[in-house]
T-cell receptor
Framework: AQSVTQLGSHVSVSEGALVLLRCNYS??????LFWYVQYPNQGLQLLLK??????LVKGINGFEAEFKKSETSFHLTKPSAHMSDAAEYFC??????????FGTGTSLTVIP | GAVVSQHPSRVICKSGTSVKIECRSL??????MFWYRQFPKQSLMLMAT?????????EQGVEKDKFLINHASLTLSTLTVTSAHPEDSSFYIC????????????????FGPGTRLTVL
């Protein structure tokens, strides 16, 4: 079955430090991959997505992710963490049936 | 663009009553809408896929008679939790897709802000 795995349910970084949130996908055919952010008691906001083409995808709020087929990975990064980045982050894939499957989420804490 | 709203944002009801949650695509037509359930500190669980004008497709383990889904128009889908019980308390999130299944290559799902259901 197709799935995405997020390594690390909790990540803490200092303000200004690099943010790295890990996501690996499992599929014989690369799915379409997404990163969403969720703030408390809110829905999900799309950060970025990979469909085809350039493997380095830039999103909102300074985030980017690189699709690496050889590693079946789609890790999310941001060069410098801001306090407002503290939230829950979900990696998601979409199959040809137009259904999403979500990772278990990574809670990002930014330490001042 | 691509805004999805949900109403209500919060609802508290007594055990045994039914609750209706609306999901609307405000500035686009959504042939497909999805309903998710999210427990605290957990990921989203897909409950059902709602297609305008046809019956919803439920995921395994989701009671279709308990979670009634109606997608009467291209901008509105409703989820009715019938005879709600405390274990139905959860955060319900809907999403809408811009395209049909034939355009899955670039489809993105846009999520509503969620509805917090508390059953006493």
């Amino acid at each position: 079955a197709q799935s995405v795995t997020q390594l690390g349910s909790h990540v803490s970084v200092s303000e200004g430090a690099l943010v790295l949130l890990r996501c690996n996908y499992s599929s014989s055919v690369p799915p379409y991959l997404f990163w969403y952010v969720q703030y408390p008691n809110q829905g999900l906001q799309l950060l970025l997505k990979y469909t085809t083409g350039a493997t380095l995808v830039k999103g909102i709020n300074g985030f980017e992710a690189e699709f690496k087929k050889s590693e079946t990975s789609f890790h999310l990064t941001k060069p410098s963490a801001h306090m407002s980045d503290a939230a829950e982050y979900f990696c998601a894939g979409k199959n040809t049936g137009n259904q999403f499957y979500f990772g278990t989420g990574t809670s990002l804490t930014v330490i001042p | 663009g691509a805004v999805v709203s949900q109403h209500p944002s919060r609802v508290i009801c007594k055990s045994g009553t039914s609750v209706k949650i609306e999901c609307r695509s405000l500035d686009f037509q959504a042939t497909t809408m999805f309903w998710y359930r999210q427990f605290p500190k957990q990921s989203l669980m897909l409950m059902a896929t709602s297609n305008e004008g046809s019956k919803a497709t439920y995921e395994q383990g989701v009671e279709k008679d308990k979670f009634l889904i109606n997608h009467a128009s291209l901008t509105l889908s409703t989820l009715t939790v019938t005879s709600a019980h405390p274990e139905d308390s959860s955060f319900y999130i809907c999403s809408a897709s811009l395209g049909s299944g034939g355009t899955y290559l670039t489809d993105t799902q846009y999520f509503g802000p969620g509805t917090r259901l508390t059953v006493l």
